[in-house]
Nanobody, 122 residues
């Protein structure tokens, strides 16, 4: 099972930026689709963004489109989520997850990391 570690969360004001990292130490992420999910208090976990390992295509939830960017650095065996123009409603624990099928299809994802907290406060 792939072991993932998220980092980069923190507390920022609205309009601020953060870059989240998802790293794997024992497996290459090259062959996995990687997705970022988030879960706010009292809400269900939702898919935020995904990058395919088949063709490199990316997907974004409507709520983050134009503000978040997902990208890979294969040399560092990591996937990143750059988050700009952050809003209070982006406050959540962010998780990365893998899919061995390579596609951006939410039900395919598993092998969750422990998450990293993002707080956007006024």
């Amino acid at each position: 099972q792939v072991q993932l570690a998220e980092s980069g969360g923190g507390s920022v004001q609205p309009g601020g930026s953060l870059r989240l990292s998802c790293a794997a130490s024992e497996f290459s992420l090259d062959y996995y689709a990687i997705a970022w999910f988030r879960q706010a208090p009292g809400k269900e976990r939702e898919g935020v963004s995904c990058i395919s390992s088949i063709d490199g295509s990316t997907f974004y939830a409507d709520s983050v489109k134009g503000r978040f960017t997902i990208f890979r650095d294969n040399a560092k065996n990591s996937v990143y989520l750059r988050m700009n123009s952050l809003k209070p409603e982006d406050t959540a624990v962010y998780y990365c997850a893998t899919s061995p099928w390579g596609r951006c299809r939410w039900p395919d994802f598993g092998s969750w990391g422990r998450g990293t907290q993002v707080t956007v406060f006024s």
